[in-house]
């Protein structure tokens, strides 16, 4: 064994980015394991280098006993103290074994362990660069369409974007460059999986913190978020200063921040509304863009009851009931809507004279867009 090959686990080590000492620590295992399995011995062996000179020695370890019972690990402390008059019951001699033939035999032996070993510390590096960024937004592109699966390379690893995380609206080609969202990172016989995202909520928040300053800063904080991805979400944010209005940062400009979100998920609608602790007020905000009369809360049953304009009712409810839906979901309360003349003729008390709900307050792009009903869609100025 040559310094070369000291040499050469270094430059791996370097290369690889795999700290040098799991590569000795590999090394030595493939060692040992060689002297064991071609002088067909089970005694305990140790190997030490010494890089400076370029050797690798292999010592057999025995314990000093009184009565010996195993010659393979084991030796008298008559015999011990024949070596050396200081040994004691319970000490370790160490004695050099390295058959003339060995550096050969262990070269070609341990190259098949040692690859195993960098090939696992591979993976360690990989998984550990990964781990970190779990949770988080990826850049990636993508590599090939298989039925329903599409394969999206991340740089190290190759990832499965399966159906239920794509979003249905969307078409993926080969080398499209796409976002994703790291959900989970998990340690596999064949190296780290990463499973990734276009549809979990998460994408959206972490998109949100690219885009607007006052959340990454955390001026403003997103508190909840509702997702039907490819078709429409709703995300409520407070900013505990006053002074500070949470859904017009999340707007920005012109609708800029908003619209930029808008266009990486493939044309998603998007509802931005202010959050608030008092139930009223929240699923007021929440059922935006539609006006609400008034909230009616069953804090027993986590229910309210929302009373709306009858040119309202359907705005509020949503195509196929999703606003309603979303809004349920944003804020964690059951919501029956009611028209108000519906409320009417069941005789449920309601205060007419409240507010309707701020429009400025709780509607997609704020000041700067209209909404179409007919078509349920916002329309940028």
């Not at 015999?79 to 319970?90: C, F, S, T």
């Not at 004279?353 to 909404?371: I, M, Q, R, S, V």
């Amino acid at each position: 064994m040559s310094s070369e090959l000291f040499q050469a686990l270094t430059t791996l080590s370097e290369e690889k980015g795999i700290d040098k000492e799991t590569l000795l620590n590999a090394l030595e295992a493939a060692l040992i394991s060689a002297y064991k399995k071609n002088f067909k011995t089970a005694s305990n062996v140790s190997v030490k280098f010494n890089e400076e000179e370029g050797t690798m020695k292999v010592y057999a370890r025995k314990r000093v006993v009184e009565e010996v019972q195993n010659e393979l690990e084991e030796i008298s402390l008559e015999e011990a103290r024949q070596i050396n008059r200081a040994y004691e019951v319970g000490d370790i001699i160490e004695e050099e074994v390295t058959p003339k033939n060995f550096g050969r035999i262990a070269a070609q032996a341990a190259k098949q362990v040692v690859t195993q070993r960098v090939r696992e510390a591979e993976r360690d590096v990989i998984y550990e660069e990964y781990i970190d960024r779990e949770e988080d937004v990826i850049t990636g592109i993508v590599q090939r369409v298989d039925g329903n699966n599409v394969f999206v390379d991340l740089g190290k690893v190759e990832a499965k974007l399966s159906k239920i995380d794509q979003i249905p609206s969307e078409e993926y080609k080969v080398h499209d460059r796409i976002k994703v969202y790291i959900t989970k990172v998990t340690k596999t016989g064949k190296g780290p999986q990463v499973s990734i995202s276009r549809s979990h909520p998460g994408l959206l928040k972490r998109l949100f913190e690219m885009e607007v300053p006052e959340i990454y800063d955390g001026t403003v904080e997103i508190k909840s978020i509702a997702r039907e991805a490819g078709e429409r979400s709703k995300i409520a944010v407070y900013a505990s200063n006053p002074e500070v209005d949470p859904v017009g940062s999340c707007v920005g400009p012109k609708g800029q921040r908003v619209q930029a979100v808008v266009n990486e998920l493939n044309g998603e609608k998007i509802d931005i509304v202010e959050w608030s602790d008092d139930p009223v007020v929240y699923v007021s905000n929440a059922l935006s863009p539609s006006k609400v009369i008034d909230v009616l809360v069953d804090e027993a049953e986590n229910q309210t009851t929302v009373i709306v304009p009858d040119d309202q009712l359907s705005l509020a409810i949503g195509k196929k009931g999703q606003n309603a839906r979303l809004a349920a979901k944003l804020t964690g309360w059951k919501i029956d809507i009611k028209s108000e003349s519906e409320a009417k003729e069941l005789g449920i008390e309601f205060n007419k004279g409240k507010k309707e709900t701020n429009e400025d307050d709780a509607l997609l792009l704020a000041d700067e867009t209209d909404y179409d009903a007919e078509n349920d869609e916002y329309l940028l100025d």
